[in-house]
């Protein structure tokens, strides 16, 4: 279903109530960012505030991949697609790019906590949990910079959808990097991050029978 016919049909929904809700979706994400920066003022952050916000950047970074990742599912096995799951398709790009500039942020906190010392650039290629995050952070990154109707043109559908899934790599690799975190909740990140990779197998089975039959 291409992004126009998406458009098309969602002439069902007022113009002004979709901006609305689309508004108020956007607003809410940056807010929530906002909020634990600003919260350096307000918040208690702990004994080191800049590895707090890593965390909670590194979380909310996660959140929005999830929601992308689950839309994804959801449009393959969802059928005929209701009008919200096509509003919400609309919305993808700007959570991807939303959740690579979080993603900035938890990788600035984090230098930020390191005081930019060399050595926070040199554990980046030694600590194990730190090469997986920058691999997956390389990965989000192309998809962050190809996610524009110049680059979607240039690659040719075809061809940019499927550089598009590069995206289950980092997924995998991002698994890897909360994991192999010494105090990282592992039951909590296992069942997110691992459920969402279970799903994501279970689209590929539906998807794979409906071309078989
Ligand atoms: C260059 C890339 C990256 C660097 C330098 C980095 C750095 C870090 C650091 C220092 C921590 C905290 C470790 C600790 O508590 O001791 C962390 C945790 C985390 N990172 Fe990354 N990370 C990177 C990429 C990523 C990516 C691509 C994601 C994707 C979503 C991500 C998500 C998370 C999450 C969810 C946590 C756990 C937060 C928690 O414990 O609550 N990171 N990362």
């Known amino acids: 279903m291409s992004l126009l016919s998406v458009q098309e049909s969602c002439h069902g929904v007022n113009m002004t109530k979709s901006t609305l809700i689309r508004w108020v979706f956007r607003l809410a994400i940056w807010i929530w960012v906002l909020y634990w920066i600003l919260g350096i003022f307000w918040l208690d952050l702990g004994a080191s505030p800049a590895l707090k916000l890593n965390h909670e950047m590194g979380q909310i970074t996660l ?23 096509r509003f919400a398709i609309q919305e993808r790009r700007f959570w991807g790019i939303s959740s ?5 942020l938890h990788v600035f906190f984090y230098f930020l906590n390191e005081g930019f010392e ?3 650039w040199t554990q980046v290629f030694t600590k194990t949990y730190l090469i997986l995050g920058a691999l997956a952070f390389a990965i989000l990154f192309v998809m962050a910079v190809t996610s524009n109707n110049w680059a979607v043109k240039k690659l040719r559908g075809p061809r940019w959808k499927r550089l ?3 995206v289950y790599a980092a997924q995998v690799l991002i698994l890897l990097h909360v994991i192999s975190i010494e105090k990282a909740d592992l039951i909590k990140y296992s069942i997110w991050i691992g459920g969402l990779c279970a799903l994501q197998a279970a689209r590929w089975i539906v998807v794979w029978n409906r071309r078989r039959v």
């Open 100 to 104: 690579f500039l979080v993603l900035v």
């Open 63 to 85: 959140v929005l991949l999830t929601v992308n990742l689950l839309l994804g599912i959801l449009i393959d096995l969802w059928r005929p697609l209701p009008t919200w799951l």
């Open 164 to 166: 598009q899934r590069i």
């Open 118 to 120: 060399p050595k926070a």
